[in-house]
């Protein structure tokens, strides 16, 4: 079955693989990694369902960047230099960093595997390509009801706003398709636009949709660069090393941390007075939200700092009335705001969202060093990944 290309801009990607790539620019430029895909669902695809995602991969090589593409980055992303849209210019996708099988019981495994700041952008296009390709195969796109999501989505974004809640979309990786992510921004940008409401509509992770609609592009890092620099540094000193590291390389710009990657506590007992005041604020990705905001306002005191001049971002798998409880708990005592992703962009009648991860697993430093395990914690047991008796050992050194 050929089915028509998913990804055709360059920039229909979230913003933290653009930072994170310059950041590997900058840091580890000859770096190499593998990733792999995560189903936590363990979800059977139909029989020749990983023919139909290579095609996908292969399309891939045609897409480049554009001039409009360029010219909107520079504009809003003014910490990235202007030689790295350059480097941009000339990347391509290379299909064959992607390595694609499928079992009998239709169980997917893809491993991607080569140079860091390269194979990074594969992320996304292959998670939206999985999500959209599974929607279509089981025929939920046949029955998806435009008039309906639509009207949900307004009803969501007027609760949104109106609860005053600071708000971005971070639903690309594991949207119901391009079209559907599409037309929830436009309504929820227009809902927005159509009065005066105490909330905020911050934007979306997404930069082609964000450069389309005229909206903000969202995003700092990701959990894969705490991950590497574990094997750098440790997992002690490896959330301070990159905290100083990414300031240095955007100049204190770009300053929202995700924290999680090795749990909390690791994190809090080696988090400086400098970084802390450095950094606009922590994003909160897993736990219980209640619990993390006493242990981030606790910290920021010790430190002889404000928690109500510091942001909190939470991201962990929300819904509207999460985020609402959320803020309620949180009465301005730090600037909290949200991320949603699936809810937002896959919440549709008549069909099940993926859930489903690409994973940094194994690095090395060159192409000329021993490869290590890449794993994640976490705060909670499901987001748990890599080598299990590499985790099982972390978690006997963090206790």
């Given at each position: 079955?050929?089915?028509?290309?998913?990804?055709?801009?360059?920039?229909?990607?979230?913003?933290?693989?653009?930072?994170?790539?310059?950041?590997?620019?900058?840091?580890?430029?000859?770096?190499?990694?593998?990733?792999?895909?995560?189903?936590?669902?363990?979800?059977?695809?139909?029989?020749?369902?990983?023919?139909?995602?290579?095609?996908?991969?292969?399309?891939?090589?045609?897409?480049?960047?554009?001039?409009?593409?360029?010219?909107?980055?520079?504009?809003?992303?003014?910490?990235?230099?202007?030689?790295?849209?350059?480097?941009?210019?000339?990347?391509?996708?290379?299909?064959?960093?992607?390595?694609?099988?499928?079992?009998?019981?239709?169980?997917?495994?893809?491993?991607?595997r080569g140079k860091w700041f390269s194979?990074?952008?594969?992320?996304?296009?292959?998670?939206?390509?999985?999500?959209?390709?599974?929607?279509?195969?089981?025929?939920?796109?046949?029955?998806?009801?435009?008039?309906?999501?639509?009207?949900?989505?307004?009803?969501?974004?007027?609760?949104?706003?109106?609860?005053?809640?600071?708000?971005?979309?971070?639903?690309?990786?594991?949207?119901?398709?391009?079209?559907?992510?599409?037309?929830?921004?436009?309504?929820?940008?227009?809902?927005y636009e159509s009065k005066q409401w105490?909330?905020?509509?911050?934007?979306?992770?997404?930069?082609?949709?964000?450069?389309?609609?005229?909206?903000?592009?969202?995003?700092?890092?990701?959990?894969?660069?705490?991950?590497?620099?574990?094997?750098?540094?440790?997992?002690?000193?490896?959330?301070?090393?990159?905290?100083?590291?990414?300031?240095?390389?955007?100049?204190?710009?770009?300053?929202?941390?995700?924290?999680?990657?090795?749990?909390?506590?690791?994190?809090?007992?080696?988090?400086?007075?400098?970084?802390?005041?450095?950094?606009?604020?922590?994003?909160?990705?897993?736990?219980?939200?209640?619990?993390?905001?006493?242990?981030?306002?606790?910290?920021?005191?010790?430190?002889?700092?404000?928690?109500?001049?510091?942001?909190v971002v939470f991201s962990n798998g929300?819904?509207?009335?999460?985020?609402?409880?959320?803020?309620?708990?949180?009465?301005?005592?730090?600037?909290?705001?949200?991320?949603?992703?699936?809810?937002?962009?896959?919440?549709?009648?008549?069909?099940?969202?993926?859930?489903?991860?690409?994973?940094?697993?194994?690095?090395?430093?060159?192409?000329?060093?021993?490869?290590?395990?890449?794993?994640?914690?976490?705060?909670?047991?499901?987001?748990?990944?890599?080598?299990?008796?590499?985790?099982?050992?972390?978690?006997?050194?963090?206790?």
């Amino acid at each position: 079955m050929i089915m028509r290309q998913i990804i055709t801009h360059f920039t229909d990607n979230d913003l933290y693989t653009f930072s994170c790539q310059y950041y590997i620019m900058q840091q580890y430029p000859r770096a190499e990694v593998e990733y792999t895909f995560f189903d936590r669902n363990l979800t059977c695809y139909p029989k020749g369902f990983g023919e139909i995602l290579q095609e996908q991969i292969n399309y891939m090589a045609n897409v480049t960047i554009t001039d409009q593409e360029v010219e909107f980055m520079t504009e809003q992303l003014v910490w990235l230099p202007l030689w790295y849209f350059s480097f941009l210019r000339g990347y391509r996708f290379n299909p064959k960093e992607v390595n694609i099988s499928q079992d009998e019981e239709g169980h997917l495994s893809i491993l991607i595997r080569g140079k860091w700041f390269s194979t990074i952008m594969w992320e996304m296009p292959i998670l939206s390509c999985i999500s959209e390709l599974i929607h279509t195969l089981n025929g939920d796109a046949d029955r998806y009801d435009l008039e309906v999501e639509h009207a949900k989505a307004v009803a969501k974004a007027e609760k949104i706003f109106n609860a005053g809640l600071v708000f971005g979309d971070m639903g690309t990786r594991r949207r119901f398709s391009y079209d559907h992510q599409k037309m929830v921004l436009k309504a929820m940008k227009h809902t927005y636009e159509s009065k005066q409401w105490p909330g905020i509509f911050t934007g979306t992770s997404n930069v082609w949709l964000a450069m389309e609609l005229g909206l903000k592009p969202l995003g700092t890092l990701s959990h894969q660069i705490i991950s590497f620099e574990e094997n750098v540094s440790g997992v002690f000193e490896c959330n301070y090393n990159v905290m100083k590291k990414f300031s240095d390389v955007y100049d204190g710009n770009n300053g929202t941390y995700l924290y999680d990657c090795f749990g909390d506590d690791v994190f809090f007992k080696n988090l400086s007075k400098r970084m802390a005041m450095m950094y606009t604020g922590l994003r909160v990705d897993s736990g219980i939200e209640e619990e993390q905001i006493e242990k981030i306002i606790e910290k920021y005191k010790q430190l002889g700092i404000d928690p109500a001049t510091k942001q909190v971002v939470f991201s962990n798998g929300l819904n509207v009335d999460r985020c609402i409880a959320i803020h309620e708990y949180c009465h301005g005592r730090v600037k909290d705001s949200y991320g949603v992703g699936t809810y937002l962009t896959c919440d549709v009648d008549n069909s099940k969202p993926s859930n489903i991860v690409v994973k940094l697993t194994k690095c090395r430093i060159t192409e000329i060093r021993e490869w290590h395990d890449c794993i994640k914690l976490s705060c909670d047991k499901g987001k748990t990944l890599g080598n299990k008796e590499k985790c099982a050992y972390i978690l006997s050194q963090i206790g």
